[in-house]
């Protein structure tokens, strides 16, 4: 299974008009594709998460924007999985992990780019480099959980069922 190690960098933005655009435009003036952003709101405050290119850019434009009063920032390794555009991906990488005894703290998508042309799952797992060794050794499409379900259940060509 294609994927990607990346940094994601969550900024915690006042709910005031204009801050998600600051940050932007900040990131824009620096140079920033910004490939995928995720905001969520927390109590008073919202926490965008970001992932972008080139990476010490995008950490000095949170940096700055701490600087300017803004945040704290968090940086987080993360993992982007190549993935089919089928219902049910999600719940196979989830459960994949579930059966490994690996926690997944959340997870978001990123359409199709010039990053990649498949659509990318992002993932933050509670034990990284474990994860990225479950993904690595894990042959996508074929290796879905149905279809190990399914061969695991059922008797081999030459072998009898009773």
């Known amino acids: 299974m294609n994927q990607i190690q990346l940094t994601e960098f969550s900024i915690y933005l006042q709910q005031r008009p204009g ?3 600051g940050l932007l435009d900040a990131a824009y003036a620096a140079g920033v594709e910004i490939i995928s952003i995720s905001t969520t709101e927390h109590l008073d405050r919202g926490c965008v998460r970001l992932l ?3 990476e010490e850019a995008l950490r000095h434009v ?3 924007m701490v600087d300017a ?8 390794p993360v993992v982007a999985v190549s993935v089919e555009d089928r219902p049910g991906i999600v719940r196979d990488l989830a459960v994949l992990m579930a059966d490994n005894r690996v926690n997944v703290r959340y997870c978001y998508f990123v ?3 010039r990053v990649s042309e ?5 993932f933050r797992f509670d034990e990284f480099e474990r994860a990225i060794e479950i993904i690595e050794q894990t042959d996508w499409p074929t290796d879905t959980i149905d ?3 399914e061969s695991d259940a059922s008797p081999d060509a030459g072998e009898s069922a009773a």
């Open 19 to 21: 801050e998600l655009a």
């Open 52 to 54: 972008g290119y080139p």
């Open 62 to 64: 949170c940096e700055s």
């Open 69 to 76: 009063g803004v945040g704290p920032v968090v940086e987080s």
């Open 111 to 113: 359409p199709a780019s």
């Open 118 to 122: 498949k659509t990318l799952c992002v």
């Open 147 to 149: 279809s190990i379900s």
